[in-house]
């Protein structure tokens, strides 16, 4: 999984049979580049080189704001050849996320997310909560510190909270992390199963990619 096309070079060099390209509306660890600026980046380098498993070009998958037919058939026509879904499956009832996780993502909007380096020293978005907020507005200086010697700010805190006697289940909760990608917002169906969600995005990306046809019509409008 990659989140610049520079990463690519690399990965196929070291003999990648297939890249995931994550644009930076994905959760959990991810980059700056947006999907549908990366993705065609990307695909334009896999052409290059050749899987060592099948001899054929490097497969490219596409993450990063895939939610529903629509965002597969974008993807697709931006290069990729599959997809990697995320944030959508937490809802699914075969997750094994906690219920209240579920619940959040499904009532969760555009902003309910924070992206810190607090749970691994890179940049991760997860969902969003006060005590990730304080981080995120008023300990930047902090993280900054701990960061640059190596020591996990959360992992420092939750140490230091313990020996001081003041960790509590609250914050421990509130410390857990629950990556969630910007697409969240677009999550709002409970109660589905895998199949159900895999079934509706191959009927919406069919629906999606025949539609685009009908942009591109041999007669005149004259």
């Known amino acids: 999984m990659i989140g610049h096309p520079k990463h690519v070079h690399k990965a196929c060099q070291a003999g990648a049979d297939i890249i995931i390209a994550q644009g930076g509306e994905g959760g959990g660890h991810t980059g700056d580049i947006a999907t549908s600026i990366l993705v065609p980046a990307c695909a334009d380098i896999c052409k290059q080189y050749k899987s060592p498993l099948t001899g054929k070009p490097v497969t490219l998958v596409a993450a990063g704001g895939v939610n529903d037919g629509r965002s597969v058939a974008s993807a697709l026509m931006l290069g990729a050849s599959g997809v990697w879904i995320g944030t959508r499956f937490i809802v699914a009832n075969e997750s094994k996320a906690?219920?209240?996780f579920k619940e959040q993502v499904i009532k969760a909007n555009y902003d309910s997310w924070v992206k810190l380096l607090?749970?691994?020293g890179?940049?991760?978005?997860?969902l969003s909560n006060p005590w990730l907020k304080d981080w995120e507005e008023n300990r930047q200086a902090e993280i900054k510190d701990l960061t640059s010697r190596g020591i996990v700010p959360i992992e420092h805190e939750l140490d230091r909270l313990h020996k001081e006697g003041k960790l509590t289940d609250e914050i421990e909760d509130a410390a857990a992390l629950r990556p969630i990608g910007v697409v969240g917002g677009s999550v709002n169906k409970a109660g589905q199963s895998a199949k159900e969600i895999v079934d509706e995005i191959v009927q919406e990306t069919v629906?999606?990619?025949?539609?685009?046809a009908t942009f591109v019509s041999p007669a005149s409008k004259l």
């Open 98 to 100: 906690p219920k209240v």
């Open 118 to 120: 607090v749970w691994s």
């Open 122 to 126: 890179r940049p991760l978005r997860a």
């Open 207 to 212: 629906v999606a990619l025949n539609s685009a």
